[in-house]
């Protein structure tokens, strides 16, 4: 691995290094706050669209429910992914690392969902929701949308596919170099903590929904 | 290396000659190293004057690490060769 001074990266390439591997430039405490602040702001933008994250990269209009609870649903995700990624990298690491790298990493992995968050914030998401809901359980016509709302809830849902790789990309970097580990260890280990999170999440945002 | 010259005296002593671990290393990991020790062996030091983040310079220096036992341990085994 060579590490050249940042500042002699062209923008270009500085750009992408920003986009797809940010915390090669932050880490740590700035990582965290700035990551904590766009899953806050996440959930605010959440809030006001009725978009909930109730799972680690779940997206899902519906309930209606306080402001606590959609910021609660960001923090869980946030924090059910980074536990077992700290236990795992205190098995699997060579390194000694630092717990608050694991922290910050995986709290900025999370910002494109502030992205979704505005992306789903379109009235006509909750229209073309709620028809699709409507639809399902048999009660057609109680809900209009246009051509045009179907059209911006499609935009959104590719968005939002996109965002949500782009997220799991953005963990799995953090990990790999706030862990420093990389190679087949680093990604089968990823995908345990990544699928037990989910599942532990999913639990915990239920359970506070209730 | 091969050839060993002090340029007082113009002696000069053929045989084979192992490199010290440190000069083994690429150019960059040696200015890397360098900078790290006028740093005063702080990474946070060096990740502010790197532009890069603390883990991204802790692991550059892990890496080095690695490369300096490789080192150390290919001379050992040379010497018991030799031996």
Redesign the interface.
């Known amino acids: 691995?060579?590490?050249?001074?940042?500042?002699s990266r062209s923008p270009g390439s500085k750009l992408m290094q920003w986009l797809f591997n940010p915390?090669?430039?932050?880490?740590?405490s700035k990582?965290l706050g700035s990551g904590l602040a766009a899953i806050l702001l996440a959930g605010l933008f959440g809030w006001m669209g009725n978009t909930h994250f109730d799972g680690i990269i779940d997206v899902h209009a519906g309930v209606e429910a306080p402001l606590w609870c959609f910021m609660a649903e960001g923090l869980i995700d946030w924090i059910s992914m980074a536990i077992p990624l700290v236990f795992f990298g205190l098995i699997i690491s060579?390194?000694s690392?630092?717990l608050i790298?694991v922290l910050g990493?995986q709290a900025l992995a999370r910002w494109p969902y502030l992205i979704i968050s505005l992306i789903m914030l379109p009235a006509a998401n909750r229209r073309v929701n709620a028809y699709l809901l409507s639809s399902f359980s048999q009660a057609e016509g109680s809900v209009t949308v246009s051509y045009g709302d179907f059209a911006i809830f499609a935009m959104a849902m590719i968005v939002t596919v996109c965002m949500a790789v782009w997220t799991v990309a953005l963990m799995y970097k953090g990990y790999s170099?706030?862990c420093?580990v990389k190679g087949p260890r680093a990604i089968i280990t990823f995908i345990i903590s990544f699928v037990g999170s989910e599942v532990l999440s999913k639990a915990a945002v239920m359970y506070i929904l209730s | 290396m091969k050839t060993l010259l002090c340029e007082g005296c113009q002696t000069q002593i053929d045989g084979v000659f192992d490199l010290p671990a440190l000069a083994q290393l690429?150019v960059?990991d040696q200015r890397?190293l360098l900078q790290f020790v006028k740093a005063s062996g702080s990474l946070k030091e060096m990740a502010k004057?790197?532009?890069?983040?603390?883990?991204?310079?802790?692991?550059?220096l892990?890496?080095i690490i690695e490369r300096i036992k490789l080192a150390e341990n290919s001379e050992q085994n040379d010497g018991k060769e030799k031996q």
């Not at chain 1, 691995?1 to 500042?7: G, H, I, K, L």
């Not at chain 2, 004057?49 to 550059?60: D, H, I, K």
């Open positions: 691995m060579s590490e050249t001074p940042a500042d915390f090669r430039f932050t880490a740590g990582a060579n390194s690392f630092r790298d990493t170099l706030s420093n | 690429s960059e890397f004057l790197l532009g890069l983040s603390y883990p991204t310079v802790r692991n550059r892990d890496d």
